[in-house]
């Protein structure tokens, strides 16, 4: 049965709270992996590179804020600190220092593991009957599949 925020069980709030603050640490720690990558991107590839990285921040940054939101719609308490986000994150900092296709790399992987997380997230939403952080994950998870496809373009 579909239910709205309110009128979700205080268990099953605190378990898609949890899970979408999984995805929003993670969304955190690629928006600024991209950040960086876009910063420090150079080779015969800068120009495209610079322009995917950047098109990807700016759209996890938004994300974030999509994430967090729904989390406090849920009544529960959206993480806000670095720290936190970089303890709960399976994706990790990276300094900086790689070749072009190094960073392709990382960042693909970064965008796999967030359309994994934001899929179990979905299917969390789903088991208590939550269809808008269902939808908001599937459609977030279609956006970092395709990054991923792009970046993996890159490497073929």
């Known amino acids: 049965m579909t239910q709205s925020a309110t009128a979700l069980s205080i268990d099953a709030k605190t378990q898609i709270a949890e899970a979408l ?3 929003v640490a993670e969304t955190a720690v690629t928006t600024m992996l991209a950040q960086n990558f876009h910063w420090n991107v150079t080779g015969m590839a800068f120009g495209p590179l610079h322009e995917l990285f950047q098109k990807i921040y700016e759209d996890h940054f938004e994300a974030q804020d999509e994430l967090a939101e729904r989390i406090k719609a849920l009544d529960a308490h959206a993480e806000g600190t670095l720290a936190g986000m970089l303890e709960r994150s399976k994706v990790r900092e990276h300094d900086g ?9 990382a ?3 970064a965008q796999e593991t967030l359309a994994s997380t934001l899929a179990g997230t979905g299917e969390i939403a789903a088991d208590h009957g939550d269809t808008l952080t269902e939808d908001l994950c599937i459609a977030r998870g279609q956006v970092h599949e395709k990054f991923a496809w792009f970046l993996r373009s890159h490497l073929s």
Request: net charge neutral; aromatic share 0%.
């Open 107 to 109: 960042m693909m992987v």
């Open 21 to 23: 603050n999984q995805s």
């Open 97 to 105: 220092h790689a070749s072009d296709k190094e960073m392709i790399k």
